[in-house]
């Protein structure tokens, strides 16, 4: 707790959180998950 005070004392002082960065997270990872059972490499978009 001592380690993330300053962390959880910004939220309160600017209400600014990471939600923007977790959720295009999210999107990434949900994009790659369709194309987990991909066999043809030179098909998959990255």
Known sequence: MSIHYKNILNYFDNRSTNDLAEAFNAKI?????????VTN??????
């Open 29 to 37: 990872k949900a994009y790659i998950a369709q194309f987990i059972d």
């Open 41 to 46: 490499v030179e098909f998959f978009p990255i």
